[in-house]
């Protein structure tokens, strides 16, 4: 079954019950029993809900994994990640990553015993020298928040696997439609499917994908431990989202494009970060791994002019000031004082998160009108 299919077909299955085509919304908390453990699959909904198992199977369906977990947000979904570790265990990790998961690592997880490496993985002969008896886990994100690095999948995989370290990739920003990291030797994938798998800014969820039972039976017991699932409407939500997932991110990486470009030719922006622009540090490594580019760009202000940023985001008109990315309508925000936040200045200096720089999620609305928008608050 082709990608375009498994959106609307992947691991689904007419109702049972009366033949309904899409999945209906179970919102229950428990199910009747005949007699004591007697009941038809389902017994309490932090364990199972039928919405949800159609979600779980269609995520797995369009990562070409195994089994799928959904979660309340992508950062419970992290977290389930790391709960697979033990104090004194180490994690190698990109040092351009989400504010939200920099922030879960460490000031969660580090007073838990859990040491964490940040580093910069544009490189992946650069990741070994981090790594130790002591490590568990690589977790890469790519391309990057908000930087737009590449992170070589194949490659890290292989410093995983000769090392028998888990290797995790977020792929928020690619998602499966134009980048599967199991077919590329990761372990674990995640989702804020918040963002493009959701597509309509109205659901809060995350996702993980796996192709090893080991592994999935180990995160299905944290997800039920620790309960931090989504309810079936949300549920519902993300599975009708994902139906149109392929539509959606053609047009989201069509006019990523043309935004990028029309940026990088006006004279008051400075540097313009987008893995389709052949100057890209690792635009061929994203060439190889991506079926395209995506509709994430960020860009800085001429000689890094922090006023002169926080106008531009002031004046939009269709972009919207606001936090997320992936929805259908173009979104921009200030990453040094919104989703970086967490993040110490110096920290985010290191990597080009700079007080000038802005991060866009291109919508689906027309191209001409976005470049128009972008036209008038820049001046």
């Known amino acids: 079954m082709k990608f375009n299919t498994k959106t609307i077909h992947g691991g689904q299955e007419h109702d049972p019950a009366y033949g309904s085509v899409m999945p209906p919304i179970y919102q229950t908390t428990t199910y009747a029993q005949s007699t004591p453990g007697g009941h038809k699959g389902y017994e309490y909904s932090r364990t199972h809900n039928p919405t949800r198992n159609a979600l779980e199977k269609a995520f797995a369906s369009i990562e070409n994994g195994n089994y799928g977990l959904a979660f309340g947000s992508g950062l419970a979904a992290i977290d389930a990640v790391i709960k697979l570790l033990q104090p004194g265990d180490e994690v190698v990790s990109t040092n351009d990553l989400y504010g939200g998961t920099y922030r879960l690592f460490t000031k969660v997880y580090e007073d838990f015993g859990i040491k964490f490496h940040f580093i910069g993985m544009e490189n992946a002969n650069k990741i070994e020298q981090y790594v130790t008896p002591k490590t568990k886990l690589i977790w890469v ?3 990057t928040n908000p930087m737009m690095n590449v992170i070589d999948i194949v490659a890290v995989s292989g410093i995983a696997k000769k090392h028998n370290i888990l290797l995790g ?3 928020t920003f690619a998602t499966p439609y134009l980048q599967q990291p199991l077919d590329l030797g990761a372990d674990i994938v995640m989702h804020s499917a918040t963002k493009y798998l959701g597509g309509h800014s109205d659901v809060v969820m995350g996702a993980l994908v796996v192709k090893d039972k080991d592994l999935a039976d180990k995160l299905y017991f944290i997800q039920n431990a ?3 699932v989504c309810g079936p409407q949300d549920s519902f939500l993300v599975l009708r989202g994902i139906k149109t997932l392929h539509i959606r991110m053609q047009r989201h990486c069509e006019n990523g494009k043309a935004v990028a470009e029309y940026l990088a030719s006006h004279p008051k922006i400075g540097k313009v970060y987008w893995p389709g622009f052949e100057s890209h540090p690792n635009h061929d490594v994203a060439k190889s791994q991506m079926k395209d580019f995506g509709g994430m760009v960020s860009f800085t202000t001429e000689g890094n002019d922090y006023e002169g940023a926080i106008r531009i985001v ?6 919207t000031l ?4 992936g929805g259908v309508e173009s979104l921009a925000g200030h990453p040094a004082s919104m989703t970086h936040a ?3 200045k110096e920290e985010r200096e290191k990597t080009g998160v700079v007080d000038s720089l802005i991060r866009l999620s291109v ?3 027309d191209e001409e009108d976005l470049i128009a928008d972008l036209k008038q608050a820049i001046g």
Do not use: C, M, Q
Request: charge should be negative; aromatic fraction near 4%.
């Open 363 to 365: 919508g689906i609305e």
């Open 314 to 319: 002031e004046r939009l008109k269709i972009f």
């Open 322 to 325: 606001a936090e997320s990315l």
């Open 141 to 143: 994100e790519t391309p």
């Open 226 to 228: 620790s309960g931090a």
């Open 169 to 171: 990739v977020d792929n």
């Open 342 to 344: 967490s993040i110490p």
